[in-house]
């Protein structure tokens, strides 16, 4: 038996999933307490002895993590246009997996750089100007930066031209600063690939040092990525295949959690409907928008607050019944339903996460009055013929209405300009192995596709 170990040290819980390579199954999942206060160690072995070893022990031959502890990547993203290099430098920090706290834009001010530091991010993405456009601004923003009281790693991504006069300034203050490719280097053109792959190996080679999780690379081969990027992974290979073994094609995948709801789309998003025209930056394959907002749980005042009325009406509640089960949120985050009316207020609070998660991910349509006629704007994604719809995440897994939940990701009549999916089929992660897979991915593509195949379950 060729035995690999999977593990994903989450912010709340480490899980480990153990697979055999040779019969590409699952050999056992468990999970328990992430300790990062004290030794990463202790919550892995926890977790690990829940699952019945063999005679004569485990024999890894490989043994990979991912990692969204101590809070996962948080990012600051600063560009020059808000809709233009700013937006660019926040979707190259979300598909590394990153959680963006916040985004700049034109030139930082001292209120600013009070925001980054009371922020106390991971990383700092800066971009800023096209490729031989306005360089001022990316140089002014290096100097700011250097007035910060604490030394970060930064990602510079932004006009080549000034890329390397704005390293050299960023040096004096901060550590490690590495240069990578233009997210913009043309208007309207984004290539974020570089700026994601440096976010990564700042991530692998400084920011798991600085989380303790250098204590679990003892036992491991490596911590190879933050958590959502394995997920995004895992979906790109799932629609996609790889060599002879065919995807499934494009498809979304809705993680419920906790503290955010994560939606990855793995679609191009073109119009689906003729005489529309795409308006904005273009939209990258492979997407991921994380909501700080919509969780279950640590969240769960935000999500009323977003949902409005609609929680409300879905529930016919009350004020007071909604604020009861609030408070029972609050005071234990690890709560499982224990009556029919926390049952019913957990399907009602995860459709409203995945609904408002989705509602912000997709595009949106609107009409345009010219002195031609009426015509048709599309802003982002149109996933409107997308048929794939994949839910994730503890409330998906422990609860017995999860199409109920999933329908929030549907297109919406009553909100026609919103592109969700209009006739989704929807699968379920069961054993919540989408991460394993995304890091078994890196040294078993096939295997890992099939073995998806084989436990995401249509419903």
Not at 83 to 89: I, S, V
Not at 265 to 284: H, Q
Request: with cysteine; aromatic share 6%; proline share 5%.
């Amino acid at each position: 038996m060729q035995a690999v170990l999977l593990i994903d040290f989450g912010s709340t819980y480490t899980k480990v999933t153990i697979v055999d390579l040779d019969r590409e199954e699952i050999i056992g999942t468990a999970r328990a307490g992430t300790t990062i206060e004290t030794n990463i160690m202790d919550g892995l072995k926890a977790a690990l002895a829940q699952i019945p070893e063999p005679e004569g022990g485990w024999n890894f031959v490989r043994k990979l993590a991912c990692s969204s502890a101590a809070g996962g990547l948080k990012m600051i993203a600063s560009g020059l246009v808000k809709e233009l290099t700013a937006e660019a430098a926040r979707r190259a920090a979300l598909g590394a997996g990153a959680r963006v706290l916040q985004v700049f834009s034109y030139e930082l001010t001292p209120q600013d750089i009070e925001k980054i530091t009371a922020s106390k991010p991971d990383i700092l993405l800066l971009a800023g100007g096209t490729d031989g456009g306005n360089k001022e601004v990316l140089l002014k923003n290096a100097e700011m930066l250097c007035s910060l009281p604490i030394s970060l790693p930064v990602v510079v991504a932004g006009n080549k031209v000034a890329s390397t006069q704005v390293a050299d300034s960023l040096k004096k203050r901060h550590d490690p600063v590495v240069v990578a490719d233009n997210v913009m280097p043309e208007l309207g053109v984004l290539s974020v690939e570089s700026a994601r792959m440096a976010i990564r190996d700042v991530f692998l080679s400084h920011i798991i040092k600085a989380k303790g999780l250098d204590k679990a690379e003892e036992f491991l081969e490596r911590i190879m990525m933050p958590t959502p990027a394995a997920v995004l992974a895992a979906a790109e290979l799932l629609a996609q295949g790889h060599g002879s073994e065919r995807g499934i094609g494009e498809l979304m995948v809705v993680d419920v959690g906790g503290a955010t709801t994560d939606v990855h789309s793995i679609a191009k998003g073109d119009p689906s409907k003729p005489s529309v025209m795409l308006k904005g930056l273009p939209e990258p394959f492979a997407k991921r928008t994380v909501e700080g907002d919509l969780g279950m749980r640590y969240s769960s005042e935000a999500l009323v607050e977003a949902s409005g009325r609609r929680l409300f009406d879905y529930l016919g509640w009350t004020d007071e019944q909604v604020a009861y089960q609030l408070e029972l949120c609050k005071e234990d985050p690890w709560r499982v339903p224990q009556t029919e009316e926390e049952a019913k207020f957990d399907v009602a609070m995860g459709r409203m996460a995945v609904g408002l998660a989705v509602d912000r991910h997709v595009g949106t349509i609107e009409v345009v009055y010219t002195p031609f006629g009426a015509t048709y704007v599309q802003h982002g994604k149109d996933l409107t013929p997308l048929k794939v719809v994949i839910g994730t995440g503890g409330v998906l897994l422990h609860h017995p209405d999860v199409e109920e939940i999933l329908q929030g990701a549907v297109f919406n009549s009553e909100e026609p300009t919103i592109l969700k999916p209009q006739s989704p089929a929807f699968y379920l992660d069961k054993d919540y192995i989408l991460a394993a897979m995304g890091l078994l991915r890196e040294v078993a593509p096939q295997v890992a596709l099939r073995m998806m195949k084989k436990y995401v379950v249509k419903l």
